[in-house]
């Protein structure tokens, strides 16, 4: 059965993508739009750009390309800008992160010379391995709140934009837990007037945005959007949120793993996860505070997959480690190493080796242009609050309160998939495939009762 298609207004003009931080993650990013817009290569990760979608029946052979199925903002019609606590322009930061050949950087430095970060909203006490020199003052955090929204009206004046988004693209904060100040709108404003020492930063950005009708993304582990005062103000704004933590790296792998070892209901005794990479986001989680907030974001994935309670004979005594060491050296390029025991038929134990080496911001950068055009489309399309529909792009992915978060990418993929299907008012796939032997059978039935 057909949907009814959802009204979309459409991608017309101009759409601006702000993310606060402007290092590695969004260098690399905005440089990869840039060069594809160019020709200078594709933009490989990124489903909006690169995947197919099936409509109807297998036998339809209807597989378009998922831009030229849904109307998503073209590449052609982005606009950059955002916050970060250092003066570097984007070609600056590109050439300091060191993620991308300096080739394609000078290629593109004409244009990545224009783009120069806004000063940043900092707070040492929940970063405390970086020195912000580039950072806003104000008396109390509302204040920040309120500059943060000038930048946001300005930058949309300025650069002609017919619609906004943010991502969040800046470190890893200390760990923090929800507290009464973040429990509701009315709370969470007092907290900003009052300086509350439990509002971070990223809170106060995801904060503007709403205010200012901007979808807001978080691709960090940090408590930020998923806060009842923020839920309540997206709500209240009629906008898109959605979070947490880009899916790279060691938890790609994870979740790519667990789903067919759960599948073939073999048992995991074990799972130890070492980690080494170089870059800032490496120095911030040097420190406990900020690794915490990082590890229950990584820590939660298996429970999520393999639901022990359920299985508890298979999976109930999993022991799972993390660890994350900085070691400057790689730079941008993780290393990461799983050791995973697994017990099969009759209990005899086996073993999974994965070394991993990856790039942290190669993996990341699609995520963030599909995040960015996917929250534009969901604005669009009236799709507020929370966009659980996006949990594909997230290790920790955000829900409606009590509901548990789904973290096996195949079925993340599978509800993205089908979200774009209603939208479009395509019949959604379950892959049951029952009416292709129903008419065989209505077939042979037809034949023999036939007449010889």
């Keep these: 059965m057909t949907n009814k298609k959802i009204d979309i207004k459409p991608a017309d003009g101009k759409l601006g993508i702000l993310t606060p931080g402007m290092g590695a993650v969004a260098t690399t990013f905005i440089a990869g739009v840039l060069a594809a817009r160019k020709g200078l290569a594709l933009p490989i990760g990124s489903l909006t750009q690169m995947g197919t979608i099936r409509l109807g029946k297998r036998t339809e052979a209807r597989n378009p390309r998922i831009h030229e199925f849904v109307p998503l903002a073209g590449l052609d019609n982005l606009v950059f800008g955002g916050w970060d606590v250092y003066t570097d322009n984007v070609y600056q930061a590109a050439l300091q992160a060191k993620v991308l050949e300096r080739d394609l950087v000078e290629a593109l430095k004409p244009e990545l010379e224009q783009i120069k970060p806004m000063k940043a909203v900092f707070d040492k006490s929940y970063v405390r391995n970086l020195d912000g ?28 934009c017919d619609r906004l988004v943010m991502v969040w693209c800046a ?61 309540e103000l997206a709500h209240q704004e009629r906008v898109a949120v959605c979070g947490k933590d880009f899916k790279t790296g060691q938890t790609l792998m994870k979740t790519i793993v667990a789903p067919g070892l759960h599948a073939r209901a073999l048992g995991v005794r074990g799972w130890f996860s070492s980690n080494i990479l170089g870059n800032r986001d490496g120095a911030v989680l040097d420190a406990p505070e900020n690794f915490k907030t990082k590890e229950v974001s990584k820590g939660n994935v298996l429970d999520g997959i393999f639901n022990p309670e359920l299985q508890p004979e298979l999976y109930g005594d999993i022991y799972h480690k993390i660890r994350i060491n900085y070691y400057p050296p790689h730079g941008d390029n993780k290393e990461s190493w799983d050791n995973i025991d697994i017990f099969g038929w009759l209990g005899y134990p086996m073993q999974i080796k994965i ?19 996917f929250l534009d489309l969901a604005q669009r399309s009236s799709l507020l609050g929370i966009q659980e529909w996006l949990s ?16 096996d990418i195949f079925k993340q993929l599978s509800k993205l998939e089908n979200t774009l299907r209603y939208l479009m008012g395509e019949e959604l796939i379950t892959h049951l495939g029952m009416d292709y032997y129903e008419e065989l059978e209505k077939e042979y039935e037809a034949l023999v009762q036939a007449p010889a």
Aim: glycine share 4%; with cysteine; charged share 20%.
């Design 133 to 160: 020199t580039h950072v806003k003052t104000g008396a109390t955090k509302m204040d920040l709140a309120e500059q943060l929204m000038e930048d946001i009206r300005r930058f949309k004046a300025e650069n002609k």
């Design 171 to 231: 470190s890893t904060e200390a760990y923090t837990e929800i507290s009464n100040v973040h429990e509701s709108l009315e709370d969470f404003e007092a907290g900003l007037r009052n300086n509350d020492a439990r509002i971070a930063p990223s809170m106060i950005y995801a904060y503007a945005a709403l205010k200012t009708g901007v979808p807001f993304a978080n691709g960090a582990p940090n408590l930020t959007c998923d806060i009842p005062a923020i839920v």
């Design 355 to 373: 070394n991993f080496l990856c790039r942290d911001s190669i993996l990341a950068a699609p995520i963030v242009l599909d995040l960015a055009l």
């Design 392 to 407: 594909f792009y997230f290790k920790a992915p955000q829900t409606a309160p009590g509901l548990p978060p789904q973290h």
